[in-house]
Protein backbone atom coordinates (compact mmCIF):
# COMPACT_ATOMS: atom_id res chain seq x y z
CA UNK A 1 0.00 0.00 0.00
CA UNK A 2 1.04 3.78 -0.53
CA UNK A 3 2.04 5.63 2.42
CA UNK A 4 2.76 9.43 2.59
CA UNK A 5 -0.04 10.71 0.95
CA UNK A 6 -1.63 13.97 2.05
CA UNK A 7 -4.17 16.36 0.03
CA UNK A 8 -5.98 19.21 1.96
CA UNK A 9 -9.35 19.86 2.23
CA UNK A 10 -10.98 16.64 3.62
CA UNK A 11 -10.05 16.87 7.54
CA UNK A 12 -13.39 16.52 8.82
CA UNK A 13 -15.39 16.00 5.45
CA UNK A 14 -18.32 12.93 5.28
CA UNK A 15 -17.86 10.58 2.57
CA UNK A 16 -19.71 8.13 1.21
CA UNK A 17 -18.19 5.31 -1.00
CA UNK A 18 -20.22 2.56 -3.02
CA UNK A 19 -18.62 -0.89 -3.71
CA UNK A 20 -16.46 -0.51 -0.89
CA UNK A 21 -16.45 -4.13 0.52
CA UNK A 22 -13.19 -5.05 -1.35
CA UNK A 23 -10.43 -3.87 -4.14
CA UNK A 24 -10.21 -0.62 -5.51
CA UNK A 25 -13.77 0.65 -3.42
CA UNK A 26 -11.62 -1.01 -0.26
CA UNK A 27 -8.38 1.04 -0.94
CA UNK A 28 -10.43 4.40 -1.56
CA UNK A 29 -12.11 3.96 1.32
CA UNK A 30 -9.28 3.37 3.85
CA UNK A 31 -7.79 6.72 1.87
CA UNK A 32 -10.02 8.80 2.35
CA UNK A 33 -10.48 7.83 5.87
CA UNK A 34 -6.35 8.15 6.18
CA UNK A 35 -7.24 12.08 5.27
CA UNK A 36 -9.36 13.12 8.28
CA UNK A 37 -12.65 12.04 5.94
CA UNK A 38 -15.72 10.63 7.97
CA UNK A 39 -16.29 7.35 5.67
CA UNK A 40 -19.68 5.55 5.29
CA UNK A 41 -18.37 2.13 3.27
CA UNK A 42 -21.65 0.64 1.62
CA UNK A 43 -21.67 -2.60 -0.05
CA UNK A 44 -24.44 -5.40 -0.44
CA UNK A 45 -23.15 -6.64 2.67
CA UNK A 46 -21.90 -3.70 5.51
CA UNK A 47 -18.12 -3.56 5.06
CA UNK A 48 -15.53 -3.93 8.13
CA UNK A 49 -13.01 -1.81 7.82
CA UNK A 50 -11.51 0.04 10.85
CA UNK A 51 -12.76 3.42 11.89
CA UNK A 52 -15.70 3.65 8.84
CA UNK A 53 -19.07 3.22 9.10
CA UNK A 54 -20.04 -0.32 7.08
CA UNK A 55 -23.73 0.20 5.54
CA UNK A 56 -25.08 -2.48 3.85
CA UNK A 57 -27.17 -0.99 0.82
CA UNK A 58 -28.72 -2.46 -2.37
CA UNK A 59 -27.43 0.68 -5.16
CA UNK A 60 -30.02 -1.06 -7.51
CA UNK A 61 -32.92 -0.19 -4.87
CA UNK A 62 -34.01 3.21 -4.41
CA UNK A 63 -35.29 2.75 -1.02
CA UNK A 64 -32.07 1.12 0.39
CA UNK A 65 -29.89 4.08 -1.43
CA UNK A 66 -32.45 6.44 0.95
CA UNK A 67 -32.33 4.17 4.02
CA UNK A 68 -28.87 4.10 3.51
CA UNK A 69 -27.96 8.07 3.19
CA UNK A 70 -30.72 8.93 6.00
CA UNK A 71 -28.27 6.52 8.22
CA UNK A 72 -25.02 8.48 7.15
CA UNK A 73 -26.31 11.97 7.32
CA UNK A 74 -27.87 10.45 11.20
CA UNK A 75 -24.70 9.31 12.11
CA UNK A 76 -22.47 11.20 10.59
CA UNK A 77 -23.99 14.39 9.13
CA UNK A 78 -24.68 15.38 5.54
CA UNK A 79 -22.48 13.77 2.20
CA UNK A 80 -20.06 16.09 0.89
CA UNK A 81 -17.95 13.55 -1.15
CA UNK A 82 -19.83 10.99 -3.15
CA UNK A 83 -17.54 7.96 -4.39
CA UNK A 84 -19.25 5.83 -7.22
CA UNK A 85 -17.52 2.57 -7.33
CA UNK A 86 -20.45 -0.39 -7.67
CA UNK A 87 -19.99 -2.26 -10.08
CA UNK A 88 -20.42 -5.86 -12.15
CA UNK A 89 -18.59 -7.09 -14.72
CA UNK A 90 -19.84 -9.91 -16.69
CA UNK A 91 -18.03 -11.39 -19.83
CA UNK A 92 -20.61 -13.23 -22.24
CA UNK A 93 -20.84 -13.07 -25.73
CA UNK A 94 -23.11 -10.22 -27.28
CA UNK A 95 -25.46 -12.83 -29.14
CA UNK A 96 -25.64 -14.80 -25.41
CA UNK A 97 -25.97 -11.74 -23.35
CA UNK A 98 -30.05 -12.47 -22.79
CA UNK A 99 -32.08 -8.98 -21.54
CA UNK A 100 -32.17 -9.68 -18.17
CA UNK A 101 -28.78 -9.92 -17.73
CA UNK A 102 -28.06 -6.63 -19.80
CA UNK A 103 -30.48 -5.15 -17.65
CA UNK A 104 -28.51 -6.54 -14.43
CA UNK A 105 -25.20 -4.88 -15.75
CA UNK A 106 -27.10 -1.65 -16.28
CA UNK A 107 -29.19 -1.54 -12.55
CA UNK A 108 -26.15 -1.73 -10.94
CA UNK A 109 -23.35 0.09 -12.87
CA UNK A 110 -25.64 2.64 -14.24
CA UNK A 111 -28.71 3.29 -12.40
CA UNK A 112 -27.29 2.57 -9.07
CA UNK A 113 -24.92 5.78 -10.05
CA UNK A 114 -28.39 7.56 -10.62
CA UNK A 115 -29.74 7.19 -7.66
CA UNK A 116 -26.52 7.60 -5.22
CA UNK A 117 -25.89 10.89 -7.30
CA UNK A 118 -29.68 11.83 -7.22
CA UNK A 119 -29.95 11.73 -3.42
CA UNK A 120 -26.50 13.34 -2.79
CA UNK A 121 -26.81 16.60 -5.02
CA UNK A 122 -29.67 18.53 -3.68
CA UNK A 123 -27.81 18.78 -0.36
CA UNK A 124 -24.60 19.57 -2.04
CA UNK A 125 -26.04 22.14 -4.01
CA UNK A 126 -27.91 23.62 -1.13
CA UNK A 127 -24.68 23.89 0.77
CA UNK A 128 -22.50 25.18 -1.85
CA UNK A 129 -20.22 22.51 -1.81
CA UNK A 130 -19.39 18.92 -3.31
CA UNK A 131 -17.58 16.40 -4.46
CA UNK A 132 -18.75 13.29 -6.83
CA UNK A 133 -16.30 11.09 -8.86
CA UNK A 134 -17.84 7.91 -10.62
CA UNK A 135 -15.51 5.29 -11.54
CA UNK A 136 -15.89 4.25 -15.17
CA UNK A 137 -13.48 2.10 -17.17
CA UNK A 138 -11.22 2.39 -20.48
CA UNK A 139 -13.88 -0.30 -21.53
CA UNK A 140 -16.46 3.21 -21.75
CA UNK A 141 -14.14 4.65 -24.03
CA UNK A 142 -12.84 1.62 -26.41
CA UNK A 143 -15.87 -0.95 -26.11
CA UNK A 144 -13.48 -3.19 -24.21
CA UNK A 145 -12.15 -6.50 -24.77
CA UNK A 146 -14.48 -8.78 -26.56
CA UNK A 147 -17.44 -9.78 -25.20
CA UNK A 148 -18.44 -6.96 -22.92
CA UNK A 149 -20.91 -5.36 -24.41
CA UNK A 150 -23.47 -4.68 -21.62
CA UNK A 151 -20.28 -3.64 -18.89
CA UNK A 152 -18.94 -1.12 -21.94
CA UNK A 153 -21.69 0.62 -22.41
CA UNK A 154 -22.95 1.09 -18.53
CA UNK A 155 -19.32 2.21 -18.09
CA UNK A 156 -19.57 5.11 -21.28
CA UNK A 157 -22.86 5.90 -19.32
CA UNK A 158 -21.66 6.61 -15.94
CA UNK A 159 -18.63 8.48 -17.52
CA UNK A 160 -21.14 10.96 -19.50
CA UNK A 161 -23.24 10.80 -16.38
CA UNK A 162 -20.49 12.49 -14.58
CA UNK A 163 -20.05 15.06 -17.37
CA UNK A 164 -23.57 15.74 -17.16
CA UNK A 165 -23.62 16.34 -13.65
CA UNK A 166 -20.78 18.55 -14.05
CA UNK A 167 -22.16 21.13 -16.40
CA UNK A 168 -25.15 21.39 -14.17
CA UNK A 169 -23.98 21.79 -10.72
CA UNK A 170 -20.73 23.38 -11.62
CA UNK A 171 -22.11 26.76 -10.31
CA UNK A 172 -23.15 25.64 -6.81
CA UNK A 173 -19.39 24.50 -5.97
CA UNK A 174 -20.32 21.38 -6.71
CA UNK A 175 -17.10 19.47 -9.01
CA UNK A 176 -18.42 15.81 -11.10
CA UNK A 177 -15.23 13.72 -12.38
CA UNK A 178 -15.05 10.14 -13.19
CA UNK A 179 -11.63 7.81 -13.61
CA UNK A 180 -11.63 5.51 -16.50
CA UNK A 181 -9.11 2.69 -15.24
CA UNK A 182 -7.47 -0.23 -16.91
CA UNK A 183 -6.01 -3.40 -15.99
CA UNK A 184 -6.27 -2.65 -12.26
CA UNK A 185 -4.90 -5.88 -10.49
CA UNK A 186 -8.39 -6.67 -8.58
CA UNK A 187 -10.65 -9.70 -9.04
CA UNK A 188 -12.41 -8.55 -11.45
CA UNK A 189 -9.88 -9.63 -14.05
CA UNK A 190 -8.19 -12.46 -12.30
CA UNK A 191 -9.73 -14.78 -14.78
CA UNK A 192 -8.18 -12.49 -18.23
CA UNK A 193 -4.86 -13.78 -19.49
CA UNK A 194 -1.78 -11.87 -18.33
CA UNK A 195 -1.52 -8.54 -19.33
CA UNK A 196 0.84 -6.97 -17.84
CA UNK A 197 3.53 -7.01 -21.31
CA UNK A 198 0.35 -4.94 -22.96
CA UNK A 199 1.11 -1.93 -20.51
CA UNK A 200 3.78 0.64 -21.44
CA UNK A 201 4.65 0.74 -17.30
CA UNK A 202 4.91 -2.63 -17.31
CA UNK A 203 3.02 -3.53 -14.32
CA UNK A 204 -0.70 -3.54 -13.45
CA UNK A 205 -2.62 -0.70 -11.92
CA UNK A 206 -3.18 -1.31 -8.68
CA UNK A 207 -6.19 -0.08 -6.02
CA UNK A 208 -3.80 2.42 -4.80
CA UNK A 209 -3.12 3.77 -8.26
CA UNK A 210 -6.77 4.66 -8.80
CA UNK A 211 -7.58 5.65 -4.73
CA UNK A 212 -4.61 8.43 -4.91
CA UNK A 213 -6.64 10.01 -7.76
CA UNK A 214 -9.87 9.70 -6.24
CA UNK A 215 -8.60 11.39 -3.32
CA UNK A 216 -6.62 14.31 -5.02
CA UNK A 217 -10.19 14.96 -7.72
CA UNK A 218 -11.97 14.98 -3.95
CA UNK A 219 -9.60 17.33 -2.49
CA UNK A 220 -9.33 20.59 -1.80
CA UNK A 221 -6.50 21.24 -4.51
CA UNK A 222 -9.25 20.22 -7.34
CA UNK A 223 -11.77 22.52 -7.19
CA UNK A 224 -11.21 23.99 -10.98
CA UNK A 225 -11.48 20.30 -12.16
CA UNK A 226 -14.86 19.17 -13.29
CA UNK A 227 -16.29 17.30 -15.80
CA UNK A 228 -13.59 15.32 -16.48
CA UNK A 229 -12.77 11.74 -17.16
CA UNK A 230 -9.07 10.51 -16.29
CA UNK A 231 -7.40 7.44 -17.43
CA UNK A 232 -5.45 5.56 -14.74
CA UNK A 233 -4.30 3.00 -17.17
CA UNK A 234 -0.28 3.11 -17.54
CA UNK A 235 -0.31 3.95 -20.91
CA UNK A 236 -2.42 1.10 -21.85
CA UNK A 237 -4.71 3.29 -23.78
CA UNK A 238 -3.36 6.80 -25.51
CA UNK A 239 -5.84 9.24 -26.45
Not at 63 to 79: C, F, K, M, S, T
Not at 122 to 146: C, F, H, N, Q
Request: hydrophobic share 45%; with cysteine.
Amino acid sequence: MATGLHVDGLDGRVALVTGAARGIGRRITEVLRDQGTRVAACDLEAPSTPDVLGIAMDVTREEDVARGYDQVEAELGPVDVLVVNAGIFVIEPFAETSLASWQRTMDVNLTGAFLCARRALPAMRERGYGRVVMIGSSAGTTGGAKSVAAYAASKAGVMTLAKAIASEYAGAGVTSNALAPALIDTEMIASMPDMRGAVPVGRLGTPDDVAAVVAFLCSAHAGYITGEVVDVNGGFLID
